[in-house]
């Protein structure tokens, strides 16, 4: 599943829904979105509306990850956390083998702020897309796009598909 945490923008909502279903994920949850459902998140859905309408809102993180067995954490920001810090690339595959058997997630912050320590810790792995060090700011769909698309390849890779995998 793809949980979005605090999300301010109802638009970014509507684009990491279409962003997942191009790669063809479809559990989508929100913690305490700013705004949902919304009309924007619906224009920025672009074809995904079916994803938004099954998407599932919950009041803490802990109730979006509940039944999850491993946890990855997409984050711009490098934390004094222990967890390992992988790119996508890297960590796709350890999802990918968990999804095969259990639910997993992909836990993102909110646009501004990212994910909060507390939430950070409540991950397996750190992810940290690799960008361009004086600016590293993806926009929220963007990193659910690049997310999804290395767990597509990883699943793939895998001989895995997602219906197989629950996703």
């Known amino acids: 599943r793809v949980v979005l945490s605090h999300t301010t923008h109802p638009g970014n909502i509507g684009a990491a829904a279409r962003a997942m279903k191009t790669m063809g994920l479809e559990s989508l949850v929100l913690v305490n979105p700013g705004s949902f459902p919304d009309p924007k998140a619906d224009m920025m859905a672009c074809g995904a509306e079916d994803v938004l309408r099954k998407a599932v809102v919950c009041g803490s993180v802990d109730e979006a990850l509940r039944g ?59 992810i940290r897309i690799p960008a361009n060090p004086q600016y590293s700011s993806l926009n929220l769909a963007a990193a659910v796009q690049v997310a999804c698309y290395e767990l597509s390849v990883a699943l793939e890779y895998a001989g895995l598909s997602l219906p197989q995998t629950g996703i």
């Open 68 to 126: 999850t067995v491993f946890v990855a954490a997409m984050t711009a920001r490098l934390r004094d956390i222990s967890h390992e810090v992988l790119t996508p690339r890297e960590a796709m595959p350890l999802l990918a083998q968990h999804a095969a058997q259990h639910p997993v997630a992909l836990l993102f912050g909110t646009e501004m702020a990212g994910l909060t320590n507390e939430e950070m810790g409540k991950s397996h792995v750190q």
